[in-house]
């Protein structure tokens, strides 16, 4: 009967903890998102660890940084979540804060306009139903597209201002 006890103790105290981790790791808000275009991945994390992985598709040029308005390249480089946007033709959008001060003098040297209007969204609207299909090519016109039920978790982890790091 003892050991039946210490079991069940033992047990109750793993279970918690177990599960009071997993909860702390899915309740929390994301406080960088790092992006690996190579890899063609999204990374929510949260005081140093990864909270959310999500696959992604980029722009229909994704290899090298954004240069010019129109290029179809998804930038890299260290920027910020400034906004977040419900009426976008996306299934909601997060606004990325590019271009920064190194995009813009880059672009003087070969164009007259860096572009902007960089976002994570969704899919386009009404075209939902594509599901993770989406990411079998690169399809966007710079921006990060994800699902829109992963745009729905991502919309509700990650606050106005979050760094993003987008690289190569």
């Not at 090298?64 to 998804?74: L, N, Q, R, V, Y």
């Amino acid at each position: 009967m003892y050991r039946v006890l210490i079991f069940l103790v033992i047990f109750v105290f793993i279970d918690t903890t177990f599960f009071k981790s997993l909860a702390d790791i899915s309740f929390k808000k994301s406080d960088r998102i790092v992006v690996l275009k190579s890899k063609r991945l999204m990374l929510l994390m949260s005081e140093g660890k990864i909270i959310r992985a999500y696959k992604i598709a980029l722009g229909k040029n994704p290899v090298g940084p954004k240069t010019c308005a129109g290029d179809k390249k998804t930038p890299e480089g260290v920027y910020k979540i400034d906004s977040k946007k419900s009426d976008s033709k996306f299934y909601k959008a997060l606004h990325i804060s590019y271009p920064n001060e190194d995009d813009i003098r880059r672009s003087q040297k070969v164009c007259s306009s860096p572009g902007g209007e960089v976002m994570i969204h969704g899919l386009p609207n009404g075209k939902g139903k594509i599901g993770k299909l989406h990411r079998t090519i690169d399809w966007t016109d710079g921006c990060i597209a994800v699902t829109n039920k992963e745009m729905d978790e991502i919309w509700d982890l990650v606050p106005d201002g979050t760094p993003i790091e987008i690289k190569p």
